[in-house]
């Protein structure tokens, strides 16, 4: 922004943000957020010297970085949409971030004018405004919300004026990013397309972690070629830094042409593929201890053809995108597929007791609970992309109240009120105006609500719980789905059909799969 000389904030150098950082309560990280983004707004549009700017907010760097991290418990890995609450955290704490940027982004075209206060600083001041849009990027991806185009243009910007000032390549000591020593702006910038590249929506908290730390060790070797000179069996990504987007969207001639070689990082990942096939430990090769080797294995799997083959943009929704309706929640679900039997007294007849064989002589029927009675909660969403058993969704913004997190089971009424099916969210991110973007997989077979009665450990209380059965098919076995968590804590299970009641001899055999809400089983049937 353009600046003027009538002072407004806090501080304007480095002594008085020092003297001001002192008399803040830095307990309350939310107030010291609010504090700090109105402080920074106001000090970017005051007139100073391109070397105090840059002093100044070196002194307010670790303040930065400790108010991100506190606030960002808040809001990291939750269902999503975000509480009003929460999504005004976040938004805070992306604007603290975008505030910075515009700081040291002074200090650049004071650098890229050659202005001699800040120039032998160049490549910090680069470094720090990738740090600034680095940070922004991680506290989005922890929840859930996706980029903006300036986000992409500002990044293209501070690395085109980071070769500009020909230190791209140099490396600058930066602990507070508490990864690796030092780093370069070339290897920061890789490093923000790297996370794009790998769908870090679809990953869970533990994969995204786990990709952070390798992509950190490794992003120094990618390769940036302004020409694409490589070889034919070569994997480049291309880069336009004309462009509001973060890789090449195919659509028009590259104007600003940039391509990431990615030969030697995707050398790194076959190297460690092979090694862990051999034995060798995720320790042993620096991979870290939040995953096995076969979690290892498979992240190493995905991450390199997601850099090798990169996903193209979702198409936008227009009145001619088909409408589907879906219902989250496992008792939800279990109302949309017409199952009922969750609200019957404790054994009743239909479960062998004597209380409901009272009701039978007395009303003729059993008595229900009206939870049972009551219509599915639906919501129509916007189909955008579809890819065999693989959907990419548009969830409008106020469709419903409910939030979806990863990883959870929806229920989904396709062409007919008779036919549905279960899916499995295998990506959930949040667009600036609220909607949702939901990639979904579908489980195989057209699901049979079920009720699985539990008998508790250690109290022996009975309970009732929603599950569905998946039918056998050429390729797969039966299965049934259930509550995450509930046969942990079963004495003993027993199913039966939930719209006849009756009894089903099916036995819990194997776990296939545990994520989200759910959890799904192979059975062995009593004969």
Known sequence: PATQTEKKAAFVDASSATRWLAQQPQANAAAMLNELVNQ??????????????????????????AVSGECQRRYENKPLPLPPAEQALLDAVRRLWRGALVSYLHCLR?????????????????????????MEQLQSYLAGAELDGMFWRNLHAVFASAEQLDIASEPVGD?????????TAKGQFSMMLLLHMAQPFSLSRAQFSAA??????????????????????????????SQDKPIHDNARAVSVGRWLLLDNILRKMRQRLKLLREGETPENLKLGSGLSSEA??????TLSD????????LPEASAASPVFRFASGLENIHRLLGGSGLNDPVGSAVFGDALSQQQLAVFDHVVRDSADSRPANTENWQLLRKEGSEWQLLRPAH????????????????ASQSEHALAIISSLSARNDGSLDVGINFLPGEPAPLVAEVREKPSGKVSRHPAFLLPADIDVSASVVLPVGLPARALSMRFHEARSQSPLSLRLHELLDRSGDNERWSLSTDR
């Open 399 to 414: 469709a419903g109240e409910t939030r979806l997190g990863l990883r959870g089971l929806l229920g989904v009424q396709l």
């Open 212 to 241: 952070l730390r390798w992509f950190a060790r490794w992003r120094e070797q990618v390769d940036i070629l302004s020409v694409p000179e490589f070889e034919a069996k070569s994997h480049a990504v291309a880069i336009d830094l």
């Open 110 to 134: 004071a650098a890229l004018d050659f202005d001699a206060s800040v120039i032998e600083h160049r490549a910090k001041i680069a470094h720090r405004a990738m740090s600034c849009l680095r």
């Open 306 to 313: 997601r850099l090798k083959y990169p996903l193209q943009e």
């Open 175 to 183: 602990r507070l990013l508490g990864e690796t020593s030092e780093s």
């Open 40 to 65: 920074i707004q106001l000090f970017n549009n005051y007139t100073v010297s391109p070397r105090e700017r840059f002093k100044t907010l070196e002194v307010l760097r670790k303040t930065l970085f």
């Open 296 to 301: 290892c294995m498979s992240l190493l799997t």
